[in-house]
């Protein structure tokens, strides 16, 4: 079965450093991996997701991510930390072929520090 | 275009009492998905609909829930005889589910209605 594990449901980061999101997935075959921003109040929104074609996937607002098959991970990343990317991050994972229910990791909450 | 949009936003209900949320996709979405957040939860799947069948109901919590979907599109969660668990914001979401497959769709979620069971 298919799984996602999101390490650190809270992450606290300076204006200006460095965003590390952590995401470990479960899967047996190749997975398509998602990572959704949800704002307060406001319902989920894709970042960035990997579909089998190049590793670094780029995402909006400069969040990338980079699937590691060796380490069954798909961290989201961010040089440089703003204000407006306080939110709770999602990482999600499905497989391909006819309905294939998508799983969501249970979430971390970014804060921002100025 | 348009949004997902659901309605109503905030419902306080009593205890005991039924409730209907309403979901509009985005027009042309044949995939359609109920998820339930609860206050430090993630993300709790419910229902999926493709088209106006519903294949995968296996996250409905209890017989007191139950779904619809009208013209592939309009859905409505019903939940009766509400219970203070049953607190939490319900969210929709839609894809385009072509041919059925879901799994690398990118969902468009709406943003919600809360529920507050007293």
């Known amino acids: 079965a298919q799984s996602v594990t999101q390490l650190g449901s809270h992450v606290s980061v300076s204006e200006g450093a460095l965003v590390l999101l952590r995401c470990n997935y479960s899967s047996s075959v190749p997975p398509y991996l998602f990572w959704y921003v949800q704002y307060p109040n406001q319902g989920l929104q894709l970042l960035l997701k990997?579909?089998?074609?190049?590793?670094l996937v780029k995402g909006i607002n400069g969040f990338e991510a980079e699937f590691k098959k060796s380490e069954t991970s798909f961290h989201l990343t961010k040089p440089s930390a703003h204000m407006s990317d306080a939110a709770e991050y999602f990482c999600?994972?499905?497989?391909?072929?006819?309905?294939?229910?998508?799983?969501f990791g249970t979430g971390t909450k970014l804060q921002v520090i100025p | 275009g348009a949004g997902v949009s659901q309605s109503p936003s905030n419902k306080v209900t009593e205890k005991g009492k039924d409730v209907e949320l309403r979901c509009d996709p985005i027009?042309?979405?044949?995939?359609l998905y109920w998820y339930r957040q609860s206050l430090g939860q993630g993300l709790e799947f419910l229902i999926y609909?493709?088209?106006?069948?519903?294949?995968?109901k296996s996250g409905l919590p209890s017989d007191r829930f139950s779904a619809e979907r009208t013209g592939g599109s309009v859905s409505t969660l019903t939940i009766q005889r509400t219970q203070q668990e049953d607190s939490a914001v319900y969210l929709c979401a839609s894809s385009s589910g072509l041919a059925g497959a879901t799994g690398g769709d990118t969902q468009y979620f709406g943003p919600g209605t809360r529920l507050t069971v007293l």
């Open positions: 999600a994972v499905g497989y391909p072929g006819g309905y294939q229910k998508v799983t």
């Open positions: 027009s042309g979405h044949t995939a």
């Open positions: 990997y579909t089998s074609a190049a590793t």
């Open positions: 609909f493709q088209g106006n069948s519903a294949p995968d």
